[in-house]
């Protein structure tokens, strides 16, 4: 690593330590630490949700390096579906909700078990695992050392529980609008100098296999639809649902969601074409998750490569701090201190959110894969919350109450069991299928039996 480019990263962490010291609160309320008192402005609220959604910036590279388009197909389209959905339908009742979490939310409609188990699930779900990965992965390939990647994760993930605690979301707010503007300006410098390399999109598209051309990569459609299923992530997403409840107004947080959207279709085009030049330029690769700094590394000199690594670091960075936050924050507040001491639920949160870097360290061992840690995630967690948290807002996916837990529990239960059968008999990549079904399907299935069975059925109070 040259010195320029070590100095240009040691300056964005001195800058994101400035940027929570910045204005810091001594005396913290709830409101004020885990939503920043409700008060997000659009432009704040675009540059967060449109950074934080991709922390994966790595897994995928990994992705369109090895099977093309088809990264945007799976990991593109069925977001932007869902988060329309999400605005149209969700964002402006959740600004309207005076809960301040999914779990406190699930509890207040349903009951106070729900909300515990809940809390558990979406403490999962928003692990930082896959985040740590990646920016171990970085490090140690930017640095060139020897040293295992647990340490390089390690130190990152610390660093991001020492910035975060210092201002709670106000931080991750203040850091992901610089981050967002590393994220764009790296990937635009890159994308030109590899078309000055390798020729414009058009000129190099026959040059690629039938597989990256192809819209589904050679998956077949059961593969594409379960990540379009797990696509409804969105709707159970804990940092989706925060900024909804940060925004300063519900038009707030619909618009920002419209906005966002856009922003992740210009952003999409980028990583996609990134990888595909990747695949060109680069030949064969050993470890196809490194494909952007590798790119990067080919065709940017002393100064921009250290620039094109903190662009890396950056999208990495804007997720793992948010997803660190929610964590301490559901483990903490929603279950510690709500049934312990309510009155230190942000010293609590603070505490918790080293836990979270700690166990998704311990996890990256069990998966070192982004791919399969989201995949894995996701089928087992998201039939649960489904329509527990769907119910919340929408009449009618409300459950009844002592069906409601279930409707969590039974799912959960169905997707782990198939997960661990699947993992035991197939050899494939990113496949975790048994008897022909990927864990997804057996849990969704269940959870809406449950829901057909158990929804609840009286008009609601102000229902007609």
């Known amino acids: 690593?040259?010195?320029?480019?070590?100095?240009?990263?040691?300056?964005?962490?001195?800058?994101?330590?400035?940027?929570?010291?910045?204005?810091?609160?001594?005396?913290?309320?709830?409101?004020?630490?885990?939503?920043?008192?409700?008060?997000?402005?659009?432009?704040?609220?675009?540059?967060?949700?449109?950074?934080?959604?991709?922390?994966?910036?790595?897994?995928?590279?990994?992705?369109?390096?090895?099977?093309?388009?088809?990264?945007?197909?799976?990991?593109?389209?069925?977001?932007?579906?869902?988060?329309?959905?999400?605005?149209?339908f969700l964002a402006g009742r959740i600004r309207e909700n005076k809960a301040l979490t999914i779990p406190e939310a699930i509890e207040n409609t349903y009951t106070k078990r729900t909300g515990m188990v809940s809390a558990i699930a979406i403490f999962l779900l928003v692990s930082p695992a896959p985040y740590i990965l990646m920016l171990g992965l970085l490090f140690q390939f930017f640095t060139g050392s020897e040293a295992n990647i647990l340490v390089f994760a390690s130190l990152t993930a610390l660093f991001s529980v020492l910035y975060v605690s210092i201002s709670g979301f106000r931080a991750v707010i203040r850091t992901d609008v610089l981050q967002v503007v590393l994220m764009y300006a790296g990937f635009a410098v890159l994308l030109f100098l590899a078309i000055r390399y390798a020729g414009t999109p058009v000129q190099v598209w026959g040059d690629l296999p039938d597989t990256h051309q192809a819209p589904l990569g050679g998956h077949g459609i059961q593969y594409l639809l379960v990540w379009f299923f797990i696509a409804l992530w969105t709707f159970v997403d804990p940092a989706f649902h925060q900024r909804a409840a940060a925004a300063k107004t519900p038009g707030t947080a619909r618009r920002g969601i419209f906005w966002s959207v856009g922003f992740w279709f210009v952003f999409d085009f980028f990583t996609v074409a990134a990888g595909l030049y990747g695949f060109l330029i680069l030949g064969e690769l050993d470890n196809p998750i490194l494909v952007y700094p590798e790119l990067g590394a080919y065709l940017l000199p002393v100064g921009l490569s250290g620039l094109f690594f903190l662009t890396l670091l950056a999208t990495i960075m804007s997720t793992l701090d948010s997803f660190l936050f929610l964590s301490g924050q559901t483990l903490g507040r929603d279950l510690i201190a709500r049934y312990w001491r309510p009155d230190k639920s942000v010293s609590i949160t603070r505490w918790c959110m080293l836990l979270s870097a700690v166990l998704g360290i311990l996890l990256i061992i069990v998966y070192p894969s982004v791919i399969?840690?989201?995949?894995?995630?996701?089928?087992?967690?998201?039939?649960?919350?489904?329509?527990?948290?769907l119910g919340i807002y929408l009449p009618l996916f409300r459950l009844r109450n002592r069906v409601a837990v279930w409707a969590m529990v039974l799912p959960f239960s169905v997707s782990t069991l198939w997960l661990i059968l699947g993992t035991l008999t197939t050899g494939d990549l990113y496949s975790y299928a048994w008897l022909g079904w990927e864990p997804f399907y057996p849990g969704l299935f269940t959870a809406i039996i449950i829901w057909l069975v158990g929804r609840e059925r009286k008009p609601l109070k102000g229902q007609s």
């Open 1 to 88: 690593m040259h010195w320029i480019d070590g100095t240009i990263i040691a300056l964005y962490f001195a800058a994101l330590i400035f940027l929570s010291f910045y204005k810091r609160r001594k005396n913290e309320s709830e409101d004020s630490f885990l939503l920043s008192g409700r008060t997000l402005s659009l432009p704040a609220f675009v540059a967060t949700l449109v950074s934080t959604w991709y922390g994966g910036i790595l897994g995928v590279g990994e992705y369109s390096f090895q099977f093309g388009v088809s990264q945007w197909v799976l990991f593109g389209v069925p977001y932007y579906i869902f988060a329309l959905l999400f605005a149209v």
């Open 372 to 389: 399969a840690l989201w995949y894995v995630i996701g089928s087992v967690l998201i039939p649960g919350l489904l329509f527990p948290v």
